[in-house]
């Protein structure tokens, strides 16, 4: 059986207790993902578009030297897409073994979360793919857990994903 973030996050938290978390926006929701799957957070930089690209990548940015691909959480959450601006900031995570950039509205803090108080994820029949990992109720606010393994690429028949994988790969 293959680990996924959340299969991760429930092994490693088994003899920890607490996890910390990178708390960030997209639109007006709360979401954290786990800290160790942080390398960087930037500020905005335009990005290249890419033809044929997947609706929510946003295009590649050279980060030292390499092809960084970002993608618009917000796009890929369903959302409505970002118009980035100076404000919004580019997480550099590992999401299912691929080094992507996500292009958040701003990274809020870094919170401390105990597995105990996730919340199941609602099955409301649409199929979220996975991306939500469950729920946790901080300070009266939802912090919803992304599940960066099941991010990318929500349909790996898709040609536009192919070309996604591409350009990670490079």
């Not at 109720?137 to 960066?148: N, Q, Y």
């Amino acid at each position: 059986m293959a680990h996924t973030q959340t299969d991760a996050f429930s092994v490693n938290r088994a003899g920890s207790g607490r996890r910390e978390m990178v708390g960030f926006r997209v639109g007006d929701q709360a979401f954290c993902i786990d800290i160790t799957s942080v390398l960087e957070i930037r500020g905005w930089t335009p990005a290249t578009p890419v033809p044929q690209s997947p609706h929510y990548m946003k295009g590649v940015v050279n980060l030292r030297g390499s092809v960084l691909p970002i993608i618009d959480l917000a796009a890929r959450l369903g959302l409505p897409t970002t118009e980035p601006s100076a404000r919004h900031a580019i997480m550099v995570a590992n999401c299912g073994g691929r080094t992507v950039g996500l292009l958040v509205e701003g990274v809020s803090d870094i919170v401390q979360l105990d597995d105990a108080d996730r919340q199941a994820t609602p099955d409301m029949g649409h199929g979220q793919g996975g991306v939500v990992a469950g729920i946790f109720a901080v300070d009266g606010a939802m912090l919803s857990l992304l599940d960066l393994d099941n991010l990318l690429p929500p349909d790996r028949s898709r040609p536009a994903d192919e070309a996604f994988d591409a350009i990670a790969a490079a």
